[in-house]
């Protein structure tokens, strides 16, 4: 059984080389509830030495690690996967309780996380080698040969936020460890209780001493002390855009994959199948009260649909129950108060700036009704900035040509969604648009896990996703026979 359940947790502590424990000036990070303020626990507020230490630890297990079988590995990590599935009921609560996410949605996000890990297991005993003749280039000598293997970085430190605290952890843990590599984890503040329950679950699967270590504590007092150290040999951070890029320009030559922000924009045509489109674009914007990166944030429409859309658009926000993650309330309170502000700032600016509220724009502390709002300018922040909450502005078009200059004009660029049912205009559309990944006829999403996952400009560095994921965490090396 997990120790680190929602009754005890508060008593437990961090994993560091092999043990778990206290850190040593006592301080601790108390944590509370979005939904009530009610305190659920605490984590260790590690120092500078405490952090040395996790990166030491994992340096030295790994290279006994790198060792280690394909085979083995796969093993580990199926028994990791497992001991997920046969807790999700506890770790799906410490997630509800700690993020707000409802009851059916954490539960599902312990699930997939084991399925996630499962996949990257298969695989990783997949990535294999090549083997290159000196005379199959021209002018090559027939007497080379090379033997070209993929071996591990070394120490890899994985940096994941609130809003998934195991998918988007293990998405980085589970290729990292398949390829041979330790780990330094920090998991977000907030979300932290999620993460060790998770590394829990990993170290009663088998995991070698030392080989994992658990960072908590402050990112203005450990961050750079992480992001710095010199026995980081690769950084994946899932995170704001403001924090990706102030870290890119501190890391110097240590490889980054980064998973940033959005501004994702649905692009609906007057030919669209609006049922479809109204019912895409609600799932896109709302779930988990907007709380995604991956969220769809803006709808620039066609304004021949417009009216249509717009209606059925508000059928479908104004479904939506609010409340509580413990009712399994579609939209529930946000993260916290400073982020709730945000959302309601955005809001009022757009108003002000002549946007009509079609449904929503109630705010009672950090839980913000599902907000619709039409007519939205160009000259409105809400049209730009991220809000990270449940409020969807709509902006009328005159053209394609307009929704497609609207949408690249923005510093972000993760997904983008395009309604239409004339195949020829949605594949025209797509290739104009400055984004990592387009939906065709669906709302903006992360998976299937195993598709590429990528952002370009401000939203973010490399590619995720199960193959492209194992593959930047392992590079090529290469042994030249001469004969």
Known sequence: MLTHNVETFSQKNVLLQGEWRENKNGNRITLASPSN?????SVPALSEEEVNEAVEASNAAQKEWAKTPLHERKQLLHRWADNLVEHKEAIGTMIMQEVAKKKSSAIDEVVRTADFIRHTAEEGVRLNGELLSGDSYNGGAASKTAQVNRVPLGVVLAISPFNYPLNLSASKIAPALMTGNGVVFKPATQGALSGIMMIEALEQAGLPEGLVN?????????????????????????????TGISMSKKVGMVPLVLELGGKDPAIVLEDADLDKAAK?????????????????????????AADELVAKLKEKVEALSVGLPEDDADITPLINDKTADNVQSLIDDAIEKKAEVVTGDE?????????????????????????????????????????????????????????????DAAHRIADQLDVGSVQLNGKTSRGPDHFPFLGVKNSGLGVQGVRYSLLSLSREKVKVLNG
Do not use: M
């Open 280 to 304: 895409e674009i609600t799932g896109g914007a709302f779930s988990y009260s907007g709380q995604r990166c991956t969220a769809i944030k803006r709808v620039l429409v066609k304004e021949e």
């Open 363 to 423: 705010k009672k502390e950090n839980l913000l009704s599902p907000t619709l709002l039409d007519h939205v300018s160009t000259d409105a922040r809400v049209a730009w900035e991220e809000p990270f909450g449940p409020v969807l502005p709509v902006l009328r078009v005159k053209s394609e040509e307009e929704a497609v200059q609207i949408a690249n004009e923005s510093e972000y660029g993760l997904q983008a969604s395009v309604f239409t049912q004339d195949i």
């Open 214 to 242: 658990i960072t908590t504590g402050r990112g203005s007092e450990i961050g750079d002390a992480l992001v710095t150290h010199k026995g980081i040999d690769q950084i994946s951070f899932t995170g704001g855009s403001e």
């Open 37 to 41: 303020g009610e305190e659920i626990g």
